[in-house]
């Protein structure tokens, strides 16, 4: 069993910055995929960005390519997404999910979810 604990959301002005943290709570994380997930309200879950168990794969969805940078230090057993010119499009409560694929990280794949953490962008 690994608990996920994300950190880090917050509000921000459009065109700002945040960094969200995944602390997993066991060693074990770096055996999993890695990625990030997003709700906002009345809408379904979506994939935001993933990361494969050694770090060397990213995938990320289109809205944030080029914004979202997603890493991983196995180490500390926690993950990370930088968040950058965020949009108010972009708020939202931000899960992290470990899994195990071999290729983008689907929903469907995830074996463990933090609690998400809220990311409110003010325009």
């Known amino acids: 069993q690994v608990q996920l604990v994300e950190s880090g959301g917050g509000l921000v002005q459009a065109g700002g910055s945040l960094r969200l943290s995944c602390a997993a709570s066991?060693?074990?994380?770096?055996?999993?995929?890695m990625g990030w997930f997003r709700q906002a309200p009345g809408k379904e879950r979506e994939f935001v960005a993933a990361i494969s168990w050694g770090g060397g794969t990213t995938y990320y969805a289109d809205s944030v390519k080029g914004r979202f940078t997603i890493s991983r230090d196995n180490a500390k057993s926690t993950g990370y997404l930088q968040m950058n010119s965020l949009k108010p499009e972009d708020t939202a409560v931000y899960y992290c999910a470990a899994g195990q694929s071999s290729s983008r990280l689907r929903i469907d794949q995830c074996d463990y979810w933090g609690q998400g953490t809220q990311v409110t962008v003010s325009s």
């Open positions: 066991r060693r074990t994380f770096s055996t999993y995929a």
